[in-house]
C-alpha cells in the first residue's frame, strides 16, 4: 500500500518503516499506529502526510520519555483533521509531559533555562492515555533500564526495542552505552533475546534493522557492553575511590563532545554503580567530605 511518503521501508504486513535515528515504525491496522516519531521538522511532516492520507484514528505511542524520540509529536497533531492520540508508559509519562522531570531523569539535573548544554530538547507532550490501560491491535512489552517504564512494541512479525538495543555504530562511538539502570537493561536484552526466536525482524531504536542470527548477535553484543562496563566500573571502585577517579579512569583517553554527553555518562556512571551496590559487589562509605565506593570482597 502505498502511504505516500517515500523511503518507506516495508518489514512485513503493513508494517513499515521510517528510518531514522531514532528510527520511527509504523503499523497500518483497524487504527493506525505511529512508534516513536522521532525529531525534527522534515519527519513531523512524512508522518503528517501517512495519518492524513489514511485518515484513520491514529496511536501515537512513545515508548520512553527521551527528546528524540518525541519531539515531532506537537508538529503532527498541530491543525490534523484526523483524531490522533498520545501514549506511554505509566512510569515514563510524567518525563513525556513535564520537560523539567525530563530533563532532570535525564541528565541528573533540571538545568531550565541552561538548553544549550543539553543535546537535545522537546517540548511537553500532552499524553491521552496509558498504555497499561489499552487494549491494542499491536503489543507492548516492558524493557525498562535504558529509562524506567521504556517498552518495545511488537508489531506483526516486527519488534521495535528502541533503546533497550544500540545499533553496532553506536555502542562503538560512545565510551558506554546510556541507561539509567545497566542491571535492568541486561535484564530486557536477556527478555529480548528471548522475543526475537521465531523470525521476528528486530528495530532498534538507533541502528539498522536486522533479523536471524545477526539480532542474536547484536543482543549479545549489548550483553557484552553491559557486562563489560559493569566489571570495569568494580575494578575501578578497588580498594576505594571517589565518582569522578572512577569516572577517569572509564573514560581513560577517550574525548567527550559536550557537557551534555559528559552528564550523559555521569548519569550511566551513576547507574552502574546504584546496580553494582544492589549486587553486593560494591559498598559506599562517606567520610567527611568524601564519599568513596568499593569493591566488596565476596
Ligand atoms: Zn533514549
Same mark, same amino acid.
Given at each position: 500500500?502505498?502511504? +505516500? ?14 528510518? #531514522? ?7 497500518? +491496522? ?60 505509566? =512510569? ?18 533540571? =538545568?531550565?533555562?541552561? @538548553? ?46 528502541? !533503546? ?16 539509567? !539502570? ?19 525482524? =528486530?528495530?532498534? &531504536? ?9 539480532? @542474536? ?9 553491559? @557486562? @563489560? ?22 573514560? #581513560? ?17 551513576? &547507574? ?15 567520610? #567527611? ?10
Amino acid at each position: 500500500m502505498d502511504l +505516500g511518503v517515500k523511503g518507506l521501508l516495508e518489514l512485513g504486513d503493513n508494517v513499515f518503516l521510517l528510518r #531514522g535515528s531514532p528510527s520511527t515504525l509504523i503499523y497500518n +491496522g483497524d487504527m493506525l499506529y505511529i512508534i516513536d516519531p522521532g525529531h525534527g521538522g522534515k519527519r513531523a511532516k512524512q508522518i503528517k502526510r501517512v495519518i492524513e492520507r489514511l485518515g484513520k484514528p491514529t496511536m501515537i505511542i512513545v515508548t520512553h520519555y527521551h527528546s528524540d524520540h518525541l519531539e515531532a509529536i506537537p508538529k503532527i497533531t498541530a491543525g490534523i483533521s484526523v483524531e490522533a492520540r498520545v501514549a506511554a508508559s505509566r =512510569l515514563d509519562k510524567p518525563g513525556v509531559e513535564h520537560p523539567e522531570y525530563r530533563i532532570g531523569m535525564t541528565f541528573g539535573y533540571p =538545568l531550565e533555562g541552561a @538548553e544549550d548544554l543539553l543535546l537535545f530538547k522537546a517540548p511537553a507532550v500532552r499524553v491521552d492515555a496509558v498504555l497499561e490501560e489499552l487494549s491494542l491491535e499491536v503489543e507492548t512489552v516492558p524493557l525498562p533500564g535504558h529509562t524506567p517504564g521504556q517498552v518495545g512494541v511488537i508489531a506483526g512479525n516486527v519488534i521495535y526495542a528502541a !533503546d533497550a538495543i544500540f545499533g553496532e555504530r553506536v555502542l562503538e562511538n560512545y565510551v558506554f552505552p546510556y541507561h539509567r !539502570d545497566p542491571c535492568r537493561a541486561l535484564e530486557s536484552l536477556k527478555k529480548l533475546g528471548g522475543l526475537i526466536g521465531d523470525g521476528r525482524v =528486530l528495530v532498534p &531504536g538507533h541502528g539498522p534493522v536486522v533479523s536471524g542470527s545477526s539480532a @542474536e548477535e547484536l543482543v549479545n553484543l549489548n550483553i557484552k557492553h553491559i @557486562e @563489560e562496563f559493569l566489571d570495569r566500573v568494580a575494578e575501578l571502585a578497588g580498594e576505594g575511590s571517589e565518582f569522578p577517579e572512577i569516572l577517569r579512569g572509564l573514560l #581513560g583517553s577517550a574525548t567527550v563532545q559536550s557537557p551534555g554527553h559528559m552528564m550523559l555518562l555521569e548519569q550511566s556512571l551513576r &547507574g552502574a554503580l546504584a546496580c553494582l551496590a544492589r549486587r553486593g559487589v560494591v559498598g559506599v562509605e562517606v567520610d #567527611g567530605g568524601s564519599m568513596e565506593w568499593r569493591a566488596l570482597n565476596k
